[in-house]
């Protein structure tokens, strides 16, 4: 493992038209790995289309690694059922985060980056990573890979090292 250059925010909002896993609906849970690491949400019964909410923060490393997600069916009897996965790369956030310091943006909102759907993510439509009053963000849809439909929307937060303390799970 490599210098930590920084922390990660990833915070599980939603998701939407999710795949039915039982016999007419599902009761999914996200895991979020980076390197590593992983954290997962609260299980969400009977929907389809859930709203978690959950912030889960994440140390980032040099080289920069993917942030993967599998959406699970949590299943009492038997081994959990997959709903999906889905990935995007955290360099453009890394370099984002770097540019913000050479040009010193602190205050009100600038975009600072335009990411396009490519093999190196599994975005719906373009994402932007802007600075935010100091803080790098970046809002993303993600289509899940591996089944018929669905999306996980996330909001990313770049902490920077210097201000960084151990990585935290937070429910």
Same mark, same amino acid.
């Given at each position: 493992?490599?210098?930590?250059?920084?922390?990660?925010?990833?915070?599980?909002?939603?998701?939407?038209?999710?795949?039915?896993?039982?016999?007419?609906?599902?009761?999914?849970?996200?895991?979020?790995?980076? *390197?590593?690491?992983?954290?997962?949400?609260?299980?969400?019964?009977?929907?389809?289309?859930?709203? %978690?909410?959950?912030?889960?923060?994440? #140390?980032?490393?040099?080289?920069?690694?993917?942030?993967?997600?599998?959406?699970?069916?949590?299943?009492?009897?038997?081994?959990?059922?997959?709903?999906?996965?889905?990935?995007?790369?955290?360099?453009?956030?890394?370099?984002?985060?770097?540019?913000?310091?050479?040009?010193?943006?602190?205050?009100?909102?600038?975009?600072?980056?335009?990411?396009?759907?490519?093999?190196?993510?599994?975005?719906?439509?373009?994402?932007?990573? #802007?600075?935010?009053?100091?803080?790098?963000?970046?809002?993303?849809?993600?289509?899940?890979? *591996?089944?018929?439909?669905?999306?996980?929307?996330?909001?990313?937060? %770049?902490?920077?090292?210097?201000?960084?303390?151990?990585?935290?799970?937070?429910?």
């Amino acid at each position: 493992m490599g210098e930590i250059i920084g922390m990660v925010k990833v915070i599980v909002l939603q998701g939407k038209q999710l795949v039915v896993r039982d016999f007419r609906t599902s009761d999914p849970y996200v895991v979020v790995k980076l *390197g590593n690491q992983t954290a997962k949400t609260k299980v969400i019964n009977s929907c389809l289309n859930p709203v %978690w909410n959950e912030e889960l923060t994440f #140390s980032v490393t040099e080289p920069v690694e993917e942030l993967k997600l599998n959406v699970f069916d949590k299943d009492r009897f038997k081994a959990d059922d997959e709903m999906g996965y889905a990935h995007l790369s955290l360099q453009p956030m890394a370099s984002t985060s770097r540019l913000k310091k050479v040009i010193n943006i602190s205050k009100g909102e600038t975009r600072m980056r335009t990411v396009v759907p490519d093999s190196d993510n599994c975005l719906v439509r373009e994402s932007y990573i #802007s600075c935010v009053d100091g803080e790098v963000v970046q809002d993303v849809w993600l289509r899940l890979s *591996g089944v018929e439909s669905g999306e996980i929307e996330l909001k990313l937060k %770049w902490v920077d090292h210097a201000t960084t303390t151990k990585p935290s799970v937070k429910p």
